[in-house]
């Protein structure tokens, strides 16, 4: 099983970037999957995930400080999740991580599988 996550960088308060998690080794589709966020110091906060798609509509769920500004999305032919993240700003800074469980629903996203993180800094 692996997950990697790839898109991380330095950007400028206001940008944008896009965070790619690729996933192998297990049944994609029977999967949530999420993404969470890491700052120094603080505890890791769940940002996003996307339900499974045997649950047939892909929903997605935000955090409520992301909700309008980030953007999930999966590319079921690539077993890849992306998180588009608009207007950025220095709180948003933490290292990403991409997990997932095998439940359809995101209710039961625990954290079976755990990528390495990718680093992204927001300056102002």
């Known amino acids: 099983v692996q997950l990697v996550e790839s898109g991380g960088g330095l950007v400028q308060a206001g940008g944008s970037l896009r965070l790619s998690c690729a996933a192998s080794g297990f049944t994609f589709d029977d999967h949530a999957i999420g993404w969470f966020r890491q700052a120094p110091g603080k505890e890791r906060e769940g940002v996003s995930c996307?339900?499974?798609?045997?649950?047939?509509?892909?929903?997605?769920y935000y955090a409520d400080s992301v909700k309008g500004r980030f953007t999930m999305s999966s590319d079921n032919a690539r077993n890849t999740v992306y998180l588009q993240m608009n207007s950025l700003k220095p709180e948003d800074t933490a290292v990403y991580y991409c997990?997932?469980?095998?439940?359809?629903?995101?209710?039961?996203?625990?954290?079976?599988?755990w990528g390495q993180g990718t680093q992204v800094t927001v300056s102002s």
């Open positions: 997990a997932a469980s095998p439940n359809y629903y995101c209710s039961g996203l625990r954290g079976d599988y």
């Open positions: 996307i339900k499974s798609r045997r649950t047939s509509d892909g929903t997605t």
